[in-house]
């Protein structure tokens, strides 16, 4: 069955807020929404693991407080960016996190 407009807008809007706090944000879609929804899966999945990694990355440079910031900072944004662009409708991977994503199954 084809999904409603108003569906698909909803889908989108996830996909972005996905990546907004990317591991709080993204394990709530995709235990709450993601269920027969293989895109939303696939975005809540990469910005959970975006999440975990911008959280390693910042443990790892802590003492480094200024270049862990600006990277931080960065990786979100670069988070943002991506979901932005699946609000778009455009079908942008994260290099590595989504072919992880997808050959475990998504």
Known sequence: MPKSKQQAE??????????????????????????GNKQLKIHSEQAIILGVIIIVVEAVLFLVPYIAGIIGLLMWLYGIYVGFEAYMGRDVEIPYITDFVRSNGT
Request: hydrophobic share 60%; aromatic share 24%.
């Open 10 to 35: 909803n889908d989108r809007i996830l996909f972005l807020l996905a990546y907004v706090f990317p591991i709080i944000s993204g394990a709530i879609i995709y235990l709450f929404f993601s269920k």
